[in-house]
């Protein structure tokens, strides 16, 4: 199992990039939570197999139609916690 922090830049406050994140993370079967940043980021955290990660983490590069998505960090987080859905959340 792999678990990442990731931040988004860009426009993706207002776009509904939050509710698609989680949509499409249960098509993937990843796990996390996702929020808005006061700075008008998006973070996430994303936990699962590589594959199912990996796949989220591309996702999150495009994200929904109305989204511009300008930079995508990615870190390797070292954590006991096990998530058991993927959720919004305020962080």
């Keep these: ?3 990442i ?6 426009k993706v406050q207002g776009v509904w ?4 994140a989680k949509d499409a993370a249960i098509n993937l079967g ?10 008008g ?5 994303a ?3 590589q594959e199912k990660v990996d796949a989220f983490m591309e ?9 511009r998505v300008s930079e995508v960090k990615v870190e390797i ?3 006991s916690e096990i998530y058991s859905s993927f959720e919004i959340s305020r962080k």
């Design 1 to 3: 199992m792999v678990t």
């Design 5 to 10: 922090s990731i931040r988004i830049s860009g």
């Design 17 to 20: 990039y939050r509710a698609s």
């Design 30 to 39: 990843v796990k996390g939570k996702v929020w808005n940043e006061p700075n």
């Design 41 to 45: 980021d998006v973070g996430a955290i």
């Design 47 to 49: 936990q699962g197999s």
């Design 59 to 67: 996702w999150c590069k495009e994200g929904p139609p109305l989204a």
């Design 77 to 79: 987080v070292t954590s």
